[in-house]
């Protein structure tokens, strides 16, 4: 599904994420990317969110609605930086102007340092109820494993190596959070012989399918969507140190039926 139908799918179901991951090469993509979400999460429109109509659409529209706050590098450092995001925090505690919620936007996230991340991870873990959080970026191994996680990740435009990965990793979610063997041992097959970038790009592609699954899912399904997210991001951590794909699968595979609750013990 293109990103901007994901939005107003999620929008219609009452899903918006309080934080976004928007990853693609093109910055003006991105950007655009970004304000039609903006757009949905501030949209006071009645049916079809974001309407485009409502005070709220248009002011995101011409760049002037007070609620849409853009965190921007300073011209003469290289990163942003550990401050910004501090003080980012402390608005993000201050009630909004005009629309139900602030939309904290931060075009270059992957000018983010480690400790700018760190940071940003305490508000993305612990939310006020009316802020969200919209990253842009380019690479999403710029961001540390726990942020993502923490974010609904959408790309601009994936091409076809990512669209074969995003294919692979939904059969893979799909097999399991339904605790189905044989449907993951298929799935699995065809990827325990790629190459890095290509594994690397399944895994991404992989955590992205476990959190939209999450999304959509309720009750015990939904729980296994969020231990196969938590034990992606634990897999990504063995592929740097060159654990390989076969193995890695393998591993994904014993944890199956194993319960949410303990996965989580064991990414504790």
């Known amino acids: 599904m293109e990103p901007y139908a994901q939005i107003r799918e ?59 706050i853009r965190l921007l590098r300073n011209p003469d450092k290289r990163d942003i930086t550990v401050e910004q995001v501090r003080e980012l925090r402390q608005e993000a505690w201050v009630a909004p102007n005009e629309a139900g919620r602030k939309v904290f936007l931060i075009p270059e996230a992957d000018a983010l340092n480690p400790s700018a991340q760190n940071a940003l991870l305490k508000v993305l873990e612990e939310p006020p109820a009316a802020a969200a959080f919209l990253l842009l970026g380019k690479n999403p191994g710029s961001f540390l494993p726990t942020v993502r996680s923490r974010c609904f990740i959408l790309r601009t435009s994936p091409g076809p190596e990512e669209d074969a990965a995003s294919e692979d990793a939904a059969r893979l979610a799909e097999a399991f959070v339904k605790r189905d063997p044989l449907a993951w041992a298929a799935a699995a097959f065809p990827c325990e012989k790629l190459e890095r970038e290509k594994f690397d790009a399944l895994t991404d592609a992989l955590e992205e399918a476990a959190g939209l699954r999450a999304k959509a899912a309720e009750g015990p399904l939904r729980e296994r969507a969020l231990a196969l997210a938590v034990l992606v991001s634990r897999m990504r951590e063995m592929r740097r140190v060159n654990v390989s794909p076969g193995h890695c699968l393998g591993w994904l595979e014993s944890m199956i039926f194993e319960e949410p609750e303990t996965i989580r013990r064991m990414a504790d």
């Open 10 to 68: 999620l929008a219609a179901r009452g899903r918006l994420s309080h934080a976004w991951l928007l990853l693609g090469e093109d910055g003006a993509e991105r950007e655009r990317l970004a304000l039609y979400a903006a757009r949905a999460l501030l949209c006071s429109g009645q049916g079809e969110k974001p309407c485009g109509r409502c005070p709220h659409c248009r002011k995101v529209e011409a760049d002037i609605h007070p609620d849409l």
